[in-house]
């Protein structure tokens, strides 16, 4: 690769991290070509990107991002593959769904919404994190449930009240 090509794959990586907020880097070496097909189609379906990269451009396109890694780019070592995702949990629970057939792919880290989450063992607390739909879901539940309960209270209230004029 040429200083040209490398400076370009620098500026690409660094233009995919500033558009995201959810990134997570993984090792997926040792799966069979099968596998990883499947895992591609998987994160696909699922509106993740997953492209393997080089760690000293990834670690270079971090240091250039505007975004503060921290501490995450000192998980770049061996193979890496990157996901990005609008959708907090979505590679986690995609990698967790594939571990349950092999070893890998291995968590190495995360960048979510400004948190970083280092180690293979933060993958179940990634993949249980709840998206954004999830929890306006909720919210909007919440706030509905007291409005309703008055509604229902209300209309047992004249129900029971038209019963009364009828006798």
Same mark, same amino acid.
């Given at each position: 690769?040429?200083? +040209?090509?490398? %400076?370009?794959?620098?500026? /690409? @990586?660094?233009?995919? !991290?500033? *558009?995201?907020?959810? #990134?997570? =880097? &993984? $090792? ?34 971090? +240091?250039?991002? %505007?975004?503060?890694?921290? /501490? @995450?780019?000192?998980? !770049?070592? *061996?193979?890496?593959? #990157?996901? =990005? &995702? $609008? ?47 999830? !929890?306006? *879901? ?30």
């Amino acid at each position: 690769m040429t200083r +040209e090509e490398k %400076s370009i794959a620098i500026e /690409d @990586l660094t233009a995919q !991290l500033a *558009g995201s907020n959810i #990134i997570y =880097i &993984s $090792d997926i070496s040792g799966l069979n070509a099968e596998t990883t097909s499947s895992l591609r189609r998987a994160c696909f379906k699922a509106g993740i990107k997953l492209e393997v990269v080089k760690n000293t451009l990834l670690a270079k396109a971090m +240091e250039a991002s %505007s975004n503060d890694y921290g /501490d @995450l780019p000192s998980v !770049l070592s *061996g193979n890496s593959a #990157i996901f =990005i &995702s $609008d959708v907090a949990n979505a590679p986690g629970k995609i990698i967790k769904d594939f571990r349950k057939k092999s070893a890998k792919p291995v968590l190495k880290g995360a960048y979510i919404n400004s948190e970083i989450y280092i180690g293979d063992d933060q993958l179940e607390v990634l993949a249980t994190i709840k998206s954004k739909e999830e !929890l306006l *879901g909720e919210l909007i539940g919440l706030l509905q449930s007291p409005a309703q309960r008055i509604i229902s209270a209300l209309q047992n209230k004249f129900a029971g009240s038209e019963e009364e004029t009828e006798a």
